[in-house]
Every structure is written in structure tokens, then in C-alpha cells.
């Protein structure tokens, strides 16, 4: 997994068969899914084959069931050997402090998909080992009755970005695009999602991830833009200096090294 992740893709945790190829698709990081992408005849063997690819040293993040299901115990038990980050689906205060308390030691990520989730961001920041949310918009969409078109959620959106920068979390990772084989559409959806101030992207099937990736990557215009700015900054040796008519300041230095990072990382 890459030190900033980006794209997140999902795998069913049942189908084996797959999980190298995501791995190789180019995602940052691999979800393996024990929730929604399992059948719940198919939940132990979803574990089963989990807890084989974890045994036999692969990363990943896994998708435990939610903590109002039979099958919640089970995977935290099977989680709990490995280290690795965990996505509590369907998250919310309650349900979050039961994981937090079950596993203290593991990097949590919250997938939010309730209204309920959503009304608690602001308590859910302080569970210590919880490093950052990420959106379930189609859920979310469904329950609140907010068709997620256009702009329609950029309020909720931009709240998840605010909270998750209020209590010093990572930037938040936004829900899925449902097309699959535009991959223009993504690459659009993506870039919205990076002008909000998400960090990242869930991504449910490989075609997603080079899209997801392309639109979080610095342009070669704003590469070099950052290059510029970082070493007037350097030769000015504190002096107030301008690049492209424009006064430098720290945050726009701190911005041209954001940028920088994300084209090595």
C-alpha cells in the first residue's frame, strides 16, 4: 500500500481468484470485502479466504461486517492477528467505539452511509486510533432521500472535509462512482472530489483505478508551477518574492510541496 492512498478498491472477499489481480490493478490501497460484496451463505468462506491472503504476508485493508451483525465477532477476531487497516462499514458513534475498543492497536477507517453516521462526525473524531472517514454516498443517498447529482451533496461533502480537517484526520475518501466503463466520467467525478478536499476514492472495479489515480495526480503545469515557487522561495531567503505576478506566502509554499509529495508518493 502506498504512503498516500488514493484509489481504494473493493474485492469480494469470497472470490480469491481475484484478490491478486486487484492488487496488481494499480489501486493504493485493496479492499477485501466481507460486507456488502458477500452473500451471507458465503460469509466464513469469505473470512476463510481473507485470513489465507493475510497469512501468507499481503496487505491489504479488509471491509468487516457491521457491528449489529452475527458476523461482526468473528471478523474482528480474524483481523485482530494481522496488521492492518480496518473499514468499519454503516460506522457511527456506538459502533465505532465498539471496534475502537475491540481492536485499540489497528488504523481504523469509518465508512459513513447513515444520516445518523453523518450528524456524529464530530464525536467519532476523538476515538483515537480512527485515521480517517470515507463516504458511503449511494447508502447515504438512498436514506436521507438526496439524489447525489451534480452538486446536490456538496454540502455534505464538504463537511466530511472540514470535520475530518478539524480533528486532524486524513483527508476523507469519497464513495463510489457507479459507471464502471467511463472512465472519463470517473476521472471528472474524482476531480471533483479532490476540488472539495477528499483525499481519496472508493473504486468497485479495476478499469476505475487508473482514473481515480490520474485525477489526483499533480498536471505537468502545476509540477512545475510548485517547482518555481519552492525555489524562488529558497533563493529569497525569507525576502517577500512574487512567481507569476503572485506574493508567496507559507500556505502557498506548503502548497507547492503538497504537490510535490503527491507526484513521488
Given at each position: 500500500?502506498?504512503?498516500?492512498a488514493?484509489?481504494?478498491?473493493?474485492?469480494?472477499?469470497?472470490?480469491?481468484?481475484?484478490?491478486?489481480?486487484?492488487?496488481?490493478s494499480?489501486?493504493?490501497t485493496?479492499?477485501?470485502?466481507l460486507?456488502?460484496?458477500?452473500?451471507?451463505?458465503?460469509k466464513?468462506?469469505?473470512?476463510?479466504?481473507?485470513?489465507?491472503?493475510?497469512?501468507?504476508?499481503?496487505?491489504?485493508?479488509?471491509?468487516?461486517?457491521?457491528?449489529?451483525t452475527?458476523?461482526?465477532?468473528?471478523?474482528?477476531?480474524m483481523?485482530s492477528?494481522?496488521?492492518?487497516?480496518?473499514?468499519?462499514?454503516?460506522?457511527?458513534?456506538e459502533?465505532?467505539?465498539?471496534?475502537?475498543k475491540?481492536i485499540?492497536?489497528?488504523?481504523?477507517?469509518?465508512l459513513?452511509?447513515?444520516?445518523?453516521?453523518?450528524?456524529?462526525?464530530?464525536p467519532?473524531?476523538?476515538?483515537?486510533?480512527?485515521?480517517?472517514?470515507?463516504?458511503?454516498?449511494?447508502?447515504f443517498?438512498?436514506?436521507?432521500?438526496?439524489?447525489?447529482?451534480a452538486d446536490?451533496?456538496?454540502?455534505?461533502?464538504?463537511?466530511?472535509?472540514?470535520?475530518?480537517?478539524?480533528?486532524?484526520?486524513?483527508?476523507?475518501?469519497?464513495?463510489v462512482?457507479?459507471?464502471?466503463?467511463?472512465?472519463?466520467?470517473?476521472?471528472?467525478?474524482?476531480?471533483?472530489?479532490?476540488?472539495?478536499?477528499?483525499?481519496?476514492?472508493?473504486?468497485?472495479?479495476?478499469?476505475?483505478?487508473?482514473?481515480?489515480?490520474?485525477?489526483?495526480?499533480?498536471?505537468?503545469?502545476?509540477?512545475?508551477?510548485?517547482?518555481?515557487?519552492?525555489?524562488a522561495?529558497?533563493?529569497?531567503?525569507?525576502?517577500?518574492?512574487a512567481?507569476d505576478?503572485?506574493?508567496?506566502?507559507?500556505?502557498?509554499?506548503?502548497?507547492?510541496?503538497?504537490?510535490?509529495?503527491?507526484?513521488?508518493?
Amino acid at each position: 500500500m502506498s504512503k498516500i492512498a488514493r484509489s481504494f478498491l473493493f474485492v469480494p472477499g469470497d472470490r480469491r481468484d481475484r484478490f491478486a489481480k486487484a492488487a496488481a490493478s494499480g489501486a493504493h490501497t485493496m479492499i477485501i470485502d466481507l460486507e456488502d460484496a458477500v452473500g451471507l451463505h458465503a460469509k466464513a468462506e469469505a473470512r476463510a479466504a481473507t485470513e489465507e491472503w493475510l497469512a501468507s504476508g499481503n496487505l491489504c485493508c479488509v471491509r468487516i461486517n457491521s457491528a449489529d451483525t452475527e458476523w461482526f465477532v468473528d471478523d474482528i477476531t480474524m483481523v485482530s492477528r494481522y496488521d492492518i487497516p480496518v473499514m468499519l462499514p454503516k460506522a457511527d458513534l456506538e459502533s465505532l467505539q465498539k471496534t475502537s475498543k475491540a481492536i485499540p492497536n489497528q488504523t481504523l477507517i469509518a465508512l459513513v452511509e447513515t444520516v445518523r453516521g453523518y450528524m456524529e462526525l464530530r464525536p467519532m473524531v476523538a476515538i483515537t486510533n480512527l485515521s480517517r472517514f470515507a463516504f458511503g454516498s449511494i447508502d447515504f443517498g438512498v436514506e436521507s432521500g438526496i439524489d447525489d447529482t451534480a452538486d446536490t451533496m456538496t454540502v455534505v461533502r464538504t463537511n466530511f472535509v472540514l470535520e475530518s480537517c478539524y480533528g486532524g484526520l486524513l483527508p476523507p475518501v469519497d464513495g463510489v462512482s457507479v459507471n464502471v466503463k467511463d472512465e472519463a466520467l470517473v476521472h471528472q467525478d474524482t476531480k471533483r472530489s479532490k476540488q472539495l478536499g477528499f483525499g481519496g476514492k472508493l473504486c468497485i472495479h479495476p478499469k476505475q483505478v487508473a482514473a481515480v489515480n490520474s485525477a489526483f495526480t499533480p498536471t505537468p503545469e502545476q509540477a512545475d508551477w510548485a517547482q518555481r515557487v519552492l525555489q524562488a522561495f529558497t533563493e529569497s531567503q525569507g525576502a517577500a518574492v512574487a512567481v507569476d505576478g503572485k506574493m508567496i506566502d507559507k500556505p502557498v509554499v506548503e502548497q507547492a510541496r503538497q504537490i510535490l509529495a503527491d507526484l513521488t508518493n
